[in-house]
């Protein structure tokens, strides 16, 4: 019985542990670093606009591509919409990796 309380205890332990190691001390997530700064520096875009934006330009902020992406954002003079958001990443030309696969076409008729 006394083995059983030490393991819980132990359990009990290592679970506080490991969400204080997870907790406000872990980086943040590319997206949300980028929502941070576009809202600090991008005046015309809301914090949703923000958010919503660097979601969709996800892709291109893994491949540390951001600065670039916010970079275009800032300078436009367009509204901060998911339009903006598509151009200014599409702008940044090939992904790094060769991008998607290309469809697997499909049988003809």
Do not use: F, Q, Y
């Amino acid at each position: 019985m006394r083995g059983l309380v030490v393991l819980v205890r132990g359990l009990v332990l290592g679970l506080v542990l490991a969400a204080a190691c997870t907790g406000a001390h872990s980086p943040p997530h590319p997206d949300e670093a980028c929502a941070a700064t576009c809202a600090e520096r991008i005046a015309r875009c809301d914090k949703t606009e923000c958010e919503r934006g660097c979601g969709l330009a996800l892709d291109r902020l893994v491949e540390d591509e951001g600065a670039v992406v916010l970079s275009c954002v800032e300078k436009s003079t367009a509204v901060c919409d998911d339009w903006l958001w598509a151009e200014c990443a599409a702008r940044v030309g090939p992904h790094k990796d060769g991008g998607p696969a290309a469809p697997v076409p499909g049988p003809r008729h």
